[in-house]
């Protein structure tokens, strides 16, 4: 009887110390989002989808608030704070000054956002898009397949993350044809697909036959006027078989899993992110050329291979310019 109730103590007493160990007693990271769009927005969809890839490894519990205002954003991001969440992602572009008094203000926490500003010590990392990359890659492939010499670009806001990417689109466009002319127009909105396709059409009408989709809207109003259209974050091919042609893929995974990793180590600290998009780090890539494959000459498949792999080695940089780009 003696040996049993010794035996059950020390069961009791083991379990008790396996409770206690941090092994055991490290829960799943909570982490939430905040974003001021729609979820399926091309842009905040790869944060998502990069997040809930953390879930399904059972790493974090994860939740979000969408279409938030930016009237609400600081209120949201305490919110969240004070709701135990350990990591907090979103998109501070037009709530720097609140986003960071918010970081101040929660010391403990980790806050990982979207930002053309820099790191806030202690807790405030940063991160962007910086996926110039391929996207001077499918400027490449709109030169080569605009019979017109026109191409339409149709942006956000002119932001440097906006920028970076219509500027390395522009100099891949000249590289492969230095004569080509470009349209310009930002819709002064991140999810207005109505706004977007009226702006693509009127670049259409004026000869535009390739269109820079860096806007939801865009493919389809290159769809209905049967030109061709560029890809930008995703990869929407698929929905547009016979119009998207290539797409520069942003890939959130390499950030989201640093940023986790740090938290869950205690290291996480005030730096830029933004080189985890590059594509040597798997941050960013061409998408498949899939129904394009054999439409595209295979001398500009070439061009752009080689293009692609200098990139890669180290021996090709594309110029990072943040500046509003210009149809010269």
Same mark, same amino acid.
């Given at each position: ?21 941090? %092994? ?19 842009? #905040? ?49 037009? #709530? ?45 492939? %709109? ?26 689109f522009m100099a891949g466009a000249r590289e492969i044809n230095p004569k080509v002319e470009f ?29 820079? %989709? ?87 498949v070439a061009k752009v291979r080689a293009r692609e792999k200098a990139m890669l080695e180290g ?14």
């Amino acid at each position: 009887m003696t040996l049993s109730r010794r035996t059950t103590l020390g069961v009791a007493l083991a379990t008790l110390a396996v409770a206690a160990s941090p %092994a055991f007693a490290q829960a799943k990271l909570k982490v939430a989002a905040i974003y001021t769009v729609p979820v399926e927005q091309q842009w #905040v969809s790869r944060i998502d989808k990069a997040l809930k890839a953390a879930v399904a490894r059972g790493e974090i519990e994860y939740v979000f608030s969408e279409n938030v205002a930016n009237a609400d954003y600081e209120r949201v991001m305490r919110q969240y704070a004070e709701g135990g969440n350990t990591l907090i992602v979103g998109e501070s572009f037009a #709530v720097e000054a609140a986003a960071r008094k918010v970081a101040k203000d929660y010391p403990k926490v980790s806050f990982l956002m979207g930002s053309s500003g820099k790191p806030q010590a202690p807790n405030f990392g940063v991160f962007d898009n910086y996926i110039q990359e391929p996207a001077y890659l499918t400027g490449m492939i %709109a030169g080569g397949m605009s019979k017109s010499g026109k191409i339409g670009m149709v942006g956000g806001y002119p932001i440097p993350e906006v920028n970076r990417l219509m500027n390395a689109f522009m100099a891949g466009a000249r590289e492969i044809n230095p004569k080509v002319e470009f349209s310009i127009t930002f819709i002064n909105s991140w999810f207005d697909p109505p706004k977007a396709k009226e702006a693509a059409f009127a670049m259409i009408d004026k000869g535009a036959d390739v269109m820079y %989709a860096e806007r939801f809207g865009v493919s389809d109003a290159a769809k209905e006027r049967k030109v061709l259209a560029i890809g930008n974050v995703i990869d929407t091919q698929a929905q547009y078989p016979d119009t998207v042609v290539a797409s520069a893929i942003w890939h959130m995974e390499p950030t989201i899993d640093k940023a986790i990793a740090a938290v869950k180590g205690g290291s996480f600290k005030a730096e830029d992110y933004g080189s985890l998009s590059m594509m040597k780090v798997k941050g960013s890539s061409l998408s498949p050329l899939g129904t394009f494959e054999k439409k595209i000459p295979a001398e500009l498949v070439a061009k752009v291979r080689a293009r692609e792999k200098a990139m890669l080695e180290g021996k090709f940089a594309v110029k990072v310019d943040d500046n509003a780009p210009k149809a010269k």
